[in-house]
Nanobody, 122 residues
Framework: VQLQACGGGLVQTGGSLTLSCAAS??????????LGWFRQAPGKERTLVAT???????YYTNFFAGRFTIYRDNAKNMMYLQMSGLEPEDTAIYYC???????????????WGQGTQVTVSS
């Protein structure tokens, strides 16, 4: 499956953005993938933001819960990350990822989008 992330941009502190991830998989296949978002800030490791299982269960790294919402639309082969209350510390490249072998995504998941830049100004 090929993934294409978009929706990043420049936003002020406290603002909102919704990232999108489009997948090339067929509809039946896409629904079987675990999906998720990672982010990587300059000089830092890639960090899990959120993941959603094929069944729609969502999991968030603690400090993202409450501000970020991950969801998927299997009919459109799309995944989204709705972000609110953005802070300068959220500035990073955001990557979408998919996994057809695990319940949730990890850094070892096989399919990655190219990333989309989110910049939060103070």
């Amino acid at each position: 499956v090929q993934l294409q992330a978009c929706g990043g941009g420049l936003v002020q502190t406290g603002g909102s953005l919704t990232l999108s991830c489009a997948a090339s998989a067929s509809g039946d296949t896409f629904s079987t993938y675990a999906l998720g978002w990672f982010r990587q800030a300059p000089g830092k490791e890639r960090t899990l933001v959120a993941t959603i299982t094929r069944g729609g269960q969502t999991y968030y790294t603690n400090f993202f819960a409450g501000r970020f919402t991950i969801y998927r639309d299997n009919a459109k082969n799309m995944m989204y990350l709705q972000m609110s209350g953005l802070e300068p510390e959220d500035t990073a490249i955001y990557y979408c990822t998919a996994d057809d072998d695990r319940t949730v995504v990890t850094v070892r998941s096989p399919y990655w989008g190219q990333g989309t830049q989110v910049t939060v100004s103070s």
